[in-house]
């Protein structure tokens, strides 16, 4: 069946450093591919999505570039700051008969330190 | 403001009794959802509900229970049945077809 998986964390990293974290996904057909973010105690935002291969999704200096031919969607950013420290989700949407079924990843928990 | 709202943030039960989570969402969304998280197990699928007065098991269904009387609302009831229910609970709401879910804030609930 369909699957994400991701990084497993946590992470730590200094202010200002570059950061990748990585997520590969089995599907068939043609996946929807998404990043949300879950700051402590709160529910998930949406982060970027890309619906189809090679399109890039953007926000708040983050991206991530669906790649069909390596099955991957990972998620990347320059220069982190501390207000980047929350768990990060990897997710695929994929449509079926009955309506969007929705996978996510494990989840990678980032900290970032002054 | 348009979204989805939990309540309560936080809840308490003794083992043995039944608790009703609420989640309402004012996004005119045909299709939601609830989530459970554990700590280092991501979401799993409880329910799903693509319109009203219709819903299908997820992945844990076993010792829940939902209702889907109204568009807008899709209260998760935790029955004594469930083993192990403490846990963070998430709710989700999608349009019809769309490939973006939208968030709750959560309702973490504690029994003892």
């Known amino acids: 069946g369909d699957s994400v998986t991701q990084m497993e964390g946590p992470v730590t990293l200094s202010e200002e450093a570059f950061l990748t974290i990585n997520c590969t996904y089995t599907?068939?057909?043609?996946?929807?591919l998404f990043w949300y973010v879950q700051y402590p105690g709160e529910g998930l935002q949406l982060l970027l999505k890309a619906t189809k291969a090679d399109d890039k999704g953007s926000n708040k200096g983050f991206e991530a570039t669906y790649r069909k031919e390596t099955t991957s969607f990972h998620l990347e950013k320059g220069s982190v700051q501390v207000s980047d420290s929350a768990v990060y989700f990897c997710?695929?949407?994929?449509?079926?008969?009955?309506?969007?079924?929705?996978?996510f990843g494990t989840g990678t928990s980032l900290t970032v330190i002054p | 403001d348009g979204g989805i709202t939990q309540s309560p943030k936080y809840l308490f039960r003794k083992e043995g009794q039944n608790v009703t989570l609420s989640c309402e969402q004012n996004l005119n969304h045909d299709a939601m959802y609830w989530y459970r998280q554990d700590p280092g197990q991501g979401l799993r699928l409880i329910y799903y509900s693509q319109i009203v007065n219709d819903f299908q098991k997820g992945d844990i269904a076993e010792g829940y229970s939902v209702s889907r009387e109204k568009k807008e609302s899709f209260p998760l009831t935790v029955t004594s049945a469930q083993k192990n229910p403490t846990a963070f609970y998430l709710c989700?709401?999608?349009?019809?077809?769309?490939?973006?879910?939208?968030f709750g804030p959560g309702t973490r609930l504690t029994v003892t």
């Open positions: 599907a068939t057909g043609y996946p929807s």
């Open positions: 989700a709401s999608s349009r019809a077809n769309s490939y973006e879910q939208y």
């Open positions: 997710a695929l949407s994929q449509p079926t008969n009955t309506g969007n079924q929705f996978y």
